[in-house]
């Protein structure tokens, strides 16, 4: 009896751990990639970032 008792203990917590690991899979997965819209940046988002171009020449001193 004790023996039918210790699997069935081993299995709940086997299922707990399971139920577990997939919890944080599925939220390490939603903060790899944030919702559309979201004011959020990654490190991903900002090293794949362009560079600011340059101001272009001011139109009032015209080509010469």
């Known amino acids: 009896m004790k023996y039918m008792l210790n699997l069935y203990v ?5 299922t707990l751990l399971s139920i577990f690991v997939r919890l944080m899979e599925s939220l ?3 903060l790899e990639t944030p919702l559309p819209g979201s004011s959020w940046i990654t490190r991903g988002h900002l090293a794949n970032a362009q560079p600011p171009k340059g101001l272009p020449d001011h139109p009032s001193r015209g080509v010469q």
């Open 28 to 30: 390490g997965g939603l």
């Open 10 to 14: 081993l299995g709940v917590v086997l």
